[in-house]
C-alpha cells in the first residue's frame, strides 16, 4: 500500500474513487458531490481556511487502486478560544483492512501534531458543524441525508482501536409532518396572542438580506454560548440559501418576530439525496438532466431540518409554537411525507426536548470522536442519551 497527498486532479480522482469501492453493491449509499466535498478545501470558499490549514491523502492497495482516504484540518483562529488547541479529521473511508485504516489515521495524526494540535476530532466536517459530522453508529438500515455521513459498522472498530473516545453524540430524529400535534400548538398560541405581538413570516427572496440579518442575529444569540461556536454573518446565510434556491421551499423558512424582534428561526430544505443517487456525485452535463427530470417528476419529498433556534430573550414566549403552527401549510403537509431534524446534539437539551414534543424519535446516531495526541490532555464527553428510549419506528 501506498499514501499520496491529494494535490492535483488526478489525485483528486482517486480520493473521490475509494468510497466507490467501500460501497460498491450498498443499495442505500448515496456519493456526496464531488464539487461539495471540494469546496471545503477550496480557500476561496471556506472562511475556515483564513487561519486554518488541511491536507488530504488517498491510499492505494497493492493493485494500485484506491483503498482508503482521510483529511485532516486545524482551524487555528477557533483555537484560541479552546483550553488547548484540537485538530479534526474527516472524510475517512477504508476497506474492511486494519493496518490500512491504521495507516490512514497515524498519517492524519502525525500530521495535526506537527501542526500543534493537541487532540482531535473525528470523523468531522471541516467548518459548518450542520453536515458530514459523526460516525453512524444505529442507523444503518436507512438511506443517508443530504450531507449526513453514511459509513460501515465496522469503521467504529478502527477509532476505537486507536483510542479514540466517544465525545459527542449526534441525533437525527424522524416523524411525520401530518402526525406533528398542530392542534395542541394553536391553543397555545391563542392564549398567548391575547398578551403578545408575534408575526412568523418566510423567505421572501426580494427581502434576503433582511431576512439572512435577521437570521444571524437570532442564531449567534442562541448558541453563542457553546464551545465550538463560531459567528455567523449575513453574508454566509445569503450565500448557502442563493446556492440552495433551485431546491429550497420558501414556505419552509421562517422566522418568528416577538414585537417587532426577531426571536427565532426555523428552516427545513427539501432532502435530494434519493434524486442524487443515480447521479454518482458527479452532477454535471451528464447527469444533471436526470436530476432534473427525477426532481419534475418527484412529488412526494423528504424534509431535512437545517436549522432551529431561539433568541435567548424569548425562550418564554410560545415562539417554538407560533412557528411551527405558521409552517404547516396544508400543501407543505402533503409535499412532504417524512419530516427528519438532523445534527441535534445529545447535550443541547433544549431542543431534545423541544423535538420530543413533536412526536418525533430518534432513527439515527453518530458519534464524533475525540483523542489526545499528547499526554496530560483531558477528554470530557458531552452528555449521551440512550436514543433507545426515544425511537419512533416509521
Not at 34 to 61: H, M, R
Not at 315 to 324: D, L, N, R
Request: aromatic share 14%.
Amino acid at each position: 500500500m501506498k499514501l499520496y497527498p491529494v494535490t492535483d486532479k488526478k489525485s483528486w480522482r482517486l480520493f473521490h474513487r475509494a468510497p466507490h469501492r467501500v460501497y460498491q453493491g450498498d443499495p442505500l449509499w448515496v456519493a456526496p458531490l464531488e464539487e461539495d466535498i471540494e469546496s471545503i478545501f477550496d480557500p476561496a470558499k471556506n472562511a475556515a481556511l483564513e487561519e486554518g490549514e488541511a491536507q488530504l491523502w488517498v491510499l492505494l492497495d497493492e493493485r494500485g487502486r484506491p483503498a482508503g482516504r482521510v483529511a485532516a484540518f486545524i482551524d487555528h483562529a477557533r483555537n484560541r478560544a479552546l483550553p488547548y488547541p484540537v485538530g479534526g479529521l474527516g472524510f475517512f473511508e477504508c476497506v474492511d483492512r486494519e493496518d490500512y485504516a491504521h495507516a490512514l489515521l497515524e498519517t492524519a495524526e502525525a500530521w495535526l501534531r506537527e501542526k500543534g494540535a493537541r487532540a482531535v476530532d473525528g470523523p468531522i466536517n471541516f467548518g459548518e458543524r450542520d453536515k458530514y459530522w459523526g460516525l453512524l453508529v444505529k442507523g444503518h438500515e436507512h438511506m443517508p441525508l443530504f450531507q449526513e455521513n453514511y459509513q460501515p459498522a465496522y469503521y467504529r472498530r478502527f477509532f476505537e482501536q486507536r483510542d479514540y473516545q466517544p465525545f459527542e453524540q449526534i441525533l437525527t430524529f424522524h416523524g411525520v409532518p401530518k402526525e406533528v400535534p398542530f392542534d395542541r400548538f394553536a391553543r397555545v398560541i391563542e392564549r398567548l396572542k391575547a398578551r403578545y405581538d408575534v408575526q412568523v413570516h418566510t423567505l421572501d427572496w426580494n427581502k434576503l438580506p433582511q431576512y439572512a440579518a435577521d437570521f444571524c442575529e437570532i442564531y449567534n444569540a442562541a448558541f453563542g454560548e457553546y464551545e465550538h461556536f463560531k459567528p455567523i454573518v449575513p453574508e454566509q446565510v445569503e450565500q448557502v440559501l442563493r446556492q440552495a434556491k433551485p431546491i429550497a421551499d420558501t414556505n419552509t423558512l421562517g422566522i418568528a418576530y416577538f414585537e417587532g424582534k426577531p426571536a427565532g428561526f426555523l428552516a427545513f430544505f427539501p432532502d435530494i439525496n434519493p434524486l442524487l443517487q443515480p447521479a454518482k456525485g458527479k452532477l454535471n452535463w451528464r447527469t444533471l438532466p436526470g436530476f432534473l427530470w427525477r426532481r419534475f417528476r418527484t412529488k412526494h419529498y423528504g424534509t431535512k431540518g437545517i436549522g432551529f433556534g431561539i433568541h435567548p430573550d424569548y425562550k418564554t414566549k410560545g415562539i417554538f409554537a407560533f412557528i411551527t403552527n405558521y409552517l404547516a401549510f396544508p400543501e407543505t403537509l402533503e409535499k412532504y411525507t417524512d419530516m427528519y431534524l438532523a445534527t441535534v446534539r445529545a447535550h443541547n437539551t433544549e431542543a431534545v426536548s423541544i423535538y420530543f414534543k413533536l412526536g418525533v424519535g430518534v432513527q439515527r446516531v453518530h458519534i464524533a470522536f475525540r483523542k489526545a495526541l499528547a499526554r496530560g490532555i483531558p477528554i470530557e464527553p458531552y452528555t449521551f442519551i440512550d436514543p433507545d428510549h426515544f425511537t419512533v419506528d416509521k
